[in-house]
């Protein structure tokens, strides 16, 4: 296997996670970032077992589980109006059944450990470096500042992954991102939900209320400032796409939302207009490719494959990103077969991942559904058995290859575990075998 210099654009979950596994295999990793830091802005993140098992493989068990949140229980879906649980998942029963945890951390916390990991291994990381334009045929990136930087192979895995510099530099075109919900971000100090008993069980678990064209969730960050992260999600085009410090507007939420739960309409009474935020939650179409002309750079994570939060997938196929493309380039000889590998790892991921974009457009049409018919059927499926676990009878308890279903169809036993229990590296060394003949 050849040793390559790699530049990776982004230092965001992608761009982190890409680095550590390029640099277990012996690559020379460079990191550029925009920003002079790690972003502290927006709330917990989930990597679910799919992903922790390539994190556990590239040896971040002890860092993960140690800086995971780990009196966080599961999650709860409740009804708008009352808050009536209407479905339930529970962490521990799901890691006993995939054979792996799943971790939440603040995005913060997440990155920061991530940087930390890299850092340690070697890899260079270069903050307040915002690149300018992209080199195809050197490969080279060009910063704002004039610096120019060459390299074996660069990979688009920007932090502001709905405005890539790359993506538009390999199809020659902005993507327009598919946007129809605005979020509201806010954060409240947990020490004021503590001891209101009417708040204080909402510590212990995430908790989304689904409502007619409007959902919240609710989730603890104890690893980043001590606060709950409520995020409320309106189907309306508000808020700047791409900036996440604009300050929305705290009265006009209130009354957006005066329908909803009382514990919910307590929680924004405990809000600081200073600490609300607004921004467009996007996804983007599907991308006629990943790879530029000359075979040398290539996007992964948001920058390829952007989706919706309704999955809750996003970051865990950021992570997925990272195990595929290290595998593929073992099988790299020299530079020139970069464009072939290349080619073979969009050929592995784009089918997976854009399955997950087209899902999170139908889940987000479900969880915003009005009163009526079709919403007490969605009830009454959740209600049938809790949130994520298989159904054994069905599940024959190994890795799935291919989706069971289309992403349009709401409910199928098998979509969990195709989901969950996917095991990237193996299913990437077969698909490999098939493909570099």
Known sequence: MAKFSVIIVGAGITGLSMAIALRRKGHDVTVLERHSACQALGGPVGLSACATRVLIEYGLSDIMTKRAMEDLQGANFRRYDTGAILASSNRKKIAEAYGFPSWVLARFRLQETLAEVATERGITIKFNSPVLSIDQDRPAVILKDGVEMEASLIIGADVEGIRAVTRDAILGETTDPITHFTGYNIDIPRKLLKDDPELSHLLQQVNAWMGPGQIVFASNMPDHGDKINLCFVTEEKAGQQGEWYTLGDLEKLKRTYAHFDVTLRKLLDLADPKDCYIWRLSQIPPLPNWVSKSGRVVLAGDSAHAMLP?????????????????????????????????????????????????????????????DGEAQEKRDKAWASKPLSLPDMKVWDGKHIDDPPVEPTVPFHPLINPWTLAFDIFSYTQRRLDQIMV
């Open 310 to 370: 309704y999955v809750g997938m996003g970051a865990s196929m950021c992570v997925e990103d990272s195990a595929c493309l290290a595998e593929c380039l073992e099988r790299a000889e020299s530079v020139r077969d970069l464009p072939k590998v290349l080619h073979a790892f969009e050929q592995i991921r784009k089918p997976r991942t854009e399955w997950f974009v087209k899902r999170g457009g139908k889940m987000a049409s479900i969880w915003h559904l009005p």
